[in-house]
């Protein structure tokens, strides 16, 4: 079952129409992004169950199908965009793993940590969130700021204390512990966030 899903979530985000180079190679831009949640989720909690393995893995499960332009724009369209998204991520893995034989609980409980239900409470949510911060300091954060030069760092302190107070005490001591890699150019910039 767990194969069979992976495989089907891995076929779903490499219909991704975005490609992104890395290391030389095109890939579909979630299917890589699914990639480094799973090793993401392997280096901070290695005894993680099939379960999350799922949830980390979909998480962004044909993200290119809810783009940003369909809502409308400003702060409160942005919200109402990731929420969707996060249902609409939910459904679709809890739809392959129903394909595939899972139980009903078993699916509800991938659904509530990919919608991040009940973050700081549910900690599988907690776990999914933690994953999803950690591979955007290590790896998107740097291209995010390069596609914001209009942001000072007034702008730049907040959103990385945002990205900080959604994650739990032990993905602080991950990234504190030096277990993640730092944007080089943005070293300071967090270092200076986190005191």
Known sequence: MYQAVIKAIDNANNADPNSVKFEGQSYAKEFLYAMRMTDMLTRFKPDADELMHIAARGQHIERWRSPRSDFPLGKQGYYQWRGALYDFHAERVTALMKTAGYSIADCERVYAAV??????HNPDSQLIEDIASLVFIEHYML?????????????????????????SSEAHEFVLGGQIALPEPLKPLILKALN
């Open 115 to 120: 919608a991040k239900k009940n973050i700081k």
């Open 143 to 167: 291209d995010f700021s390069m596609s914001k030069p209009d942001y000072d760092e007034a702008k730049w302190l907040g959103i990385i204390r945002k990205t900080w107070q959604k994650m």
